[in-house]
């Protein structure tokens, strides 16, 4: 078993902290937290008009990744296209056609996990902006050391030693709006599916199943924080209005 200089065990996540409606002229933010990494995530619209290439008979979405310090480069394009096809997996995009809704993500400080922050930073954002979703979704990164074990929640030392990771994110169908029977895939619940996978380094079939196995057991912990977050809000939010 890995020792890990915070102290934590292999399947331990950090601490987790989402905050939303944090900036004044968004549609929709985020701040979501994870140990030392925090992302924070702003949405803007859905604004009339689509881009050049888009269907206009479907909702458009663009992101925009911005570096805490210096120039945005080939990785930061490459989460831009990650997060865009996550949020067109999980959007319902055919309630607001013709349109074009921005998405910033700005990141505060990076101590590993760094896309997965931003994607559930990106799913707490949109829920506040009130952006039509099939299901929540949540994301996890899991560590392949050289000794073979599997480390959860890396910090950035830890992603930097270890022989491969992979970014996963999974639907949540606990807060879903599609019809029962929409859920199933292949009579699979879509809790069992997987909606992005990112790689960086070479890891084998079977290690790459067990990362799925661990990761897939340990987005429960963070739906359940997910869910409460958001709930605690709404109940907050409505307290104010009455």
């Known amino acids: ?31 979501w937290s994870q140990g030392e990494t925090k992302v924070l995530a702003a949405v803007y619209g859905p604004k009339a008009g689509t881009r050049k290439n888009e269907n206009p008979e479907k909702a458009s979405f663009e992101v925009i990744w911005k570096q805490k310090t210096g120039q945005s480069g080939k990785a930061e394009k490459e989460y831009e296209m990650i997060l865009k096809r996550t949020v067109q997996s999980i959007c319902v995009l055919n309630v607001h056609p013709n349109t074009t809704t ?17 994607i559930n930073a990106l799913c707490a954002a949109l829920v506040d902006a009130g952006i039509p979703l099939k299901h929540l979704a949540v994301a996890i990164c899991c560590c392949l050391a050289e000794s073979g074990h599997i480390l959860l929640d890396p910090s950035k030392l830890e992603e930097q030693r270890m022989k491969a ?44 199943i067990r990362c799925l196995e661990r990761g897939r057991a340990a987005t429960s912990k963070l739906s ?7 709930q605690s809000q709404i109940q907050s939010d409505s307290s104010k209005l009455g």
């Open 102 to 118: 921005s998405i910033i993500i700005q990141v505060v400080n990076d101590d590993g996990a760094l896309l997965p922050c931003a």
């Open 1 to 31: 078993m890995e020792d890990r200089k915070d102290g934590r065990t292999a399947n331990q996540l950090r601490p987790l902290s989402c905050t939303r409606n944090v900036l004044n002229r968004a549609h929709g933010c985020a701040s």
């Open 224 to 230: 359940d924080f997910l869910r409460r977050s958001l």
């Open 165 to 208: 990771f992979v970014y996963l994110v999974f639907p949540n169908s606990t807060l879903s709006v599609l019809p029962e029977e929409s859920l199933e895939v292949k009579g699979e619940p879509m809790e069992h599916g997987l909606i992005t996978s990112f790689t960086h380094g070479v890891m084998s079939v079977e290690d790459y």
